[in-house]
């Protein structure tokens, strides 16, 4: 039996702990996980604070980087899960491969990042969370857990690292060796001891494909993101108009981006198809739309009936729609003659009767902007 060198809470409140709390190994917990629930990677780490994630999230936000994401305004919280479970030992990390190949998409259809061809991956992973907080409780009775997808403010990725899950990349996505970046995260903070793994050594070494490939320059240093310029954010997050800088180099981009994944020569080699039955056989955006399709969605009912259960509800039908008015503004511009006719008549429908104001407003400026190409706009 191996013990534990501190105990966080304990430590916290009584300084000079003399009496180590014996660690439980992880290895009944992994192969659960691993065989019963589908789980591709799992790692352990301990519950301590991390202050150098805070202090690099600290940074992050007092530069303003993250924009309108006024939910990440909490670093000590994000960072110390004690806070979000008194007297959490551990946390146990899960990993889903994603990936999935990707079909050309014709400049008439709205490209969706592949995190979202299907089910809400938040309602999947949390499934998987739920079942493995079961198991834990059967086995060690009297302990508390807390379930983390994106839905307690906990920096999953720092964690995930410190669990040994993979490394940070230069583009800010955590890399596991088995199948690169496309992996999502989801944990559970607990009050079980249990083994931590060791953190995994990994490098981009030279490599900078990543900086170089984002069309709008969101990687602005090794490791760090002017998230107020990545394309995922400006489609799914913000709630403003797509701001003319990037509106061309979003091109048809209408739900999230994969760009710097797909560069990455992490990927090129250890990316490997989704196996998770519950990512495998939901479609629900799939990884393109036509943008006439999008445009004709008039109500929040039919955007429901269309999208209930996909991360596409995020950006709700103003949000989806904004990006598809871009989208088109920019195949109309590229090739007018082919595009024009299937997409100006439902442009100018928005402009003239869509519920939303400024879903309006946006189609009026791009109309005036395809009459007038020379002219700038809050779309183009
Ligand atoms: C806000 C957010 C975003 C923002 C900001 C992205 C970002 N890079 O953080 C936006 C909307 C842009 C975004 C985009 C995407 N996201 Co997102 N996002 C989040 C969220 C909710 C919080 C992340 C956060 O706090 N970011 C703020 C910054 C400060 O954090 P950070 O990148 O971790 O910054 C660290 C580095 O600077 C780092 N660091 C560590 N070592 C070093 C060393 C050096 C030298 C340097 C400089 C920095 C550094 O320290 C900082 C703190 O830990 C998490 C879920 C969660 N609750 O954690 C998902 C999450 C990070 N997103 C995820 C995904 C899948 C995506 C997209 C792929 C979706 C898409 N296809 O569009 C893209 C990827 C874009 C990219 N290149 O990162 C996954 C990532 C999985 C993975 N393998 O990494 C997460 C974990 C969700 C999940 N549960 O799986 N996302
Ligand atoms: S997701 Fe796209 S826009 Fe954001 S950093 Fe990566 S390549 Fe750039
Ligand atoms: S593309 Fe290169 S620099 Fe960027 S994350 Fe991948 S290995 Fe690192």
Redesign the pocket.
């Known amino acids: 039996m191996r013990f534990a060198l501190f105990a966080p809470h304990i430590k916290s409140l009584h300084p000079p702990l003399t009496t180590p709390i014996p660690l439980i190994p992880s290895q009944a917990i992994r192969d659960h996980a691993r065989r019963e629930l589908g789980v591709d990677l799992i790692g352990v780490c301990s519950a301590e604070k991390n202050l150098q ?1 805070e202090k ?2 600290e940074e ?1 936000l007092a530069a303003g980087l ?1 924009g309108e ?1 006024k939910y ?1 305004e909490n670093p000590a919280m ?1 960072t110390d899960p004690q806070q979000l479970l008194p007297g959490a030992q551990s946390v146990i990390v899960i990993a889903i491969n994603y990936y999935r190949e990707k079909p050309e998409t014709p400049p008439d259809h709205g490209r969706i ?3 979202a061809w299907g089910r809400d ?1 938040h309602k999947v992973l949390r499934k998987i969370l739920k079942q493995l907080q079961k198991f834990l409780e059967s086995r060690w009775p009297d302990h508390q857990h807390r379930i983390c ?2 839905s307690a403010p ?5 964690f995930a690292e410190q669990a040994g899950i993979g490394f ?1 990349g230069k ?4 890399i596991s060796q088995e199948f690169g ?1 496309y ?4 944990e559970i903070i607990t009050t079980l001891p249990i083994t931590p793994d060791p953190k995994r050594t990994g490098t981009c070494g030279s490599c900078a494909r990543c900086i170089t490939a984002c069309p709008t320059q969101a990687l602005t ?5 002017d ?1 107020r310029r ?1 394309i ?2 400006l489609t ?2 913000s709630r403003s108009a797509i701001p003319e800088e990037f509106s061309e180099s979003t091109v048809n981009l209408i739900a ?3 760009i ?2 797909e560069v990455c020569p992490y990927n090129k080699s250890f990316a490997k198809p989704l196996t998770h039955p519950d990512l495998a056989t939901t479609e629900i955006a799939g990884d393109s739309i036509a943008l006439t399709e999008i445009l004709s969605l008039r109500s929040d009912e039919d955007y429901l009936a269309r999208f209930a259960g996909s991360p596409l509800m995020r950006p709700k039908r103003r949000g989806l729609i904004r990006n598809a008015l871009n989208a088109a503004g920019n195949a109309i511009h590229t090739d007018s003659d082919k595009y024009g006719p299937m997409l100006i008549p439902l442009i100018t429908q928005i402009a003239h009767e869509d519920s939303n104001p400024s879903l309006r407003v946006i189609a009026a400026d791009l109309l005036s902007s395809i009459k007038n190409p020379s002219a700038s706009s809050p779309t183009r």
């Open positions: 994630a690099y999230l992050f993250h994401m990440l994000r990042a592949r995190y991956y997808v994106d906990l920096l999953e990725k720092a940070y583009n800010t996505t955590l970046s992996i999502l995260l989801g240093a090794p490791g760090r993101m998230a990545c995922s954010y799914l997050e999230g981006c994969d710097c994944q």
